[in-house]
Structures are given as C-alpha cells and as structure tokens.
T-cell receptor
Framework: DTAVSQTPKYLVTQMGNDKSIKCEQN?????MYWYKQDSKKFLKIMFS???????INETVPNRFSPKSPDKAHLNLHINSLELGDSAVYFC????????????????FGPGTRLTVL | AQSVSQHNHHVILSEAASLELGCNYS??????LFWYVQYPGQHLQLLLK??????LVKGIKGFEAEFIKSKFSFNLRKPSVQWSDTAEYFC?????????FGAGTTVTVRA
C-alpha cells in the first residue's frame, strides 16, 4: 500500500497552461506539505496544511494555489505556468502530536516531475 | 537568516570505505535535526532524527549522526558503505516550525 501517493508522476505542458497535481495519504496524518525541488536538487517548503487549514505559506507566486478538501488530500493547482516552474514537486505528510507535527518524521510521496515547455 | 549547509556536493567512494557527510546550520534557537535519503528513482526516506538527549543518534542501515551544539553541526556517518548506499542524502533542520533542507550530497559507491 502506498502511504503518500501523487498523480501524475510526470507532467509536460506548455507555458501559460493551468495544471493540477494531486496528493493523497492513507497514514491518517493531520499535516500535509508541498515542496519544490529545483534542478540543483534543493528542496524548499511551499505550503503546509493541518486538518485542512493552511499553516505555512512561503513566498510562492499566487499562481500556486493549494487546496485541501479533507485531511487526507492536498492538491496543488498552478495557473499560467512559466518555464521556471519546471521542477519536481513533492508532497509529504506527518502526524501532528500536540501541535508538534514538525518534530515528526515526514513521509514523502514519489514526486511529480513538471516540465514546462 | 536561518540556513542549512551541506559541504559536500558529490562524494565518490569504494565499498567498505567509511563515509562522513557534513551538515551545519545557522540558528541560535532550539532545533530538530534530520537526515533523509533518496535512493535512485525512489522517494525520500528518513534515516535518523535528533530532538534531545544523547547527541549520538543511530538510524537505519547502519547510519549514525552526531549533534555538536557548539559547532551547529549534525554530521552523518557510516563506518563501511555498500554499493546500495548510492543515493542522495539530505540534512534537514526545523526553523520556525518549518523543515529546511540542505542542498543534498550525492553519494556514489563503487563496487
């Protein structure tokens, strides 16, 4: 059973398009995250949700909009895609214990490689 | 600003050699420290973590790390590597309730 799954695994699209990446976790975790890994493999947090509420919103263009329909899902929608959005996007989740989700191991999905042409 | 530095970009070594990967952070407050590994074609997995207590932490697959508070360091070690340890290794530190990653170190183990 896959703990954290993402779809699609690969996404190739044209500049200016709108696309979504979906993430689901079956671990019963309360907190979910989106990370961006650039071409130099540098991982950076984008967003974090706890029980469907946004708790971390880094300096990310507002073309990126996360949506959490329930605590098992955190989707990422990207409008007006640009060349610089090409990267691997990782979803992760962790258990929130007494408000200390950040102290707990984060379980990562397999990543979505986005290529903008 | 808080940051995480991994000194080695790419390490190449032979099987049975010892491995040490450096990780330093800049932050004066309380931190939680992690090492994650990403094997080729796989997702990130936790190797080990440190919150408090014994600064020498043992993780999976024979890895260990030592937290030296005075040096703001959390170096990863393995006494004898195997070909299967070929992977990308990431140090991560919590700052302000966010997990910040280093740039990663690519480790290539030659048989």
């Amino acid at each position: 059973d896959t703990a954290v799954s993402q779809t699609p695994k690969y996404l190739v699209t044209q500049m200016g398009n709108d696309k979504s990446i979906k993430c689901e976790q079956n671990l019963g975790h309360d907190t979910m995250y989106w990370y961006k890994q650039d071409s130099k493999k540098f991982l950076k947090i984008m967003f974090s949700y706890n029980n469907k509420e946004l708790i971390i919103n880094e300096t990310v263009p507002n073309r990126f909009s996360p949506k959490s329909p329930d605590k098992a899902h955190l989707n990422l929608h990207i409008n007006s895609l640009e060349l610089g959005d090409s990267a691997v996007y990782f979803c992760a989740s962790s258990q929130d214990v007494g408000g200390l989700a950040i102290r707990n191991e984060q379980f990562f999905g397999p990543g979505t490689r986005l290529t903008v042409l | 600003a808080q940051s995480v530095s991994q000194h080695n970009h790419h390490v190449i070594l032979s099987e049975a050699a010892s491995l040490e990967l450096g990780c330093n952070y800049s932050y004066g407050g309380t931190v939680n420290l992690f090492w994650y590994v990403q094997y080729p074609g796989q997702h990130l997995q936790l190797l080990l973590k440190y919150f408090s207590g014994d600064p020498l932490v043992k993780g999976i697959k024979g890895f260990e790390a030592e937290f030296i508070k005075s040096k703001f360091s959390f170096n990863l070690r393995k006494p004898s590597v195997q070909w299967s340890d070929t992977a990308e290794y990431f140090c991560a530190v919590t700052f302000d309730y966010k997990l910040s990653f280093g740039a990663g170190t690519t480790v290539t183990v030659r048989a």
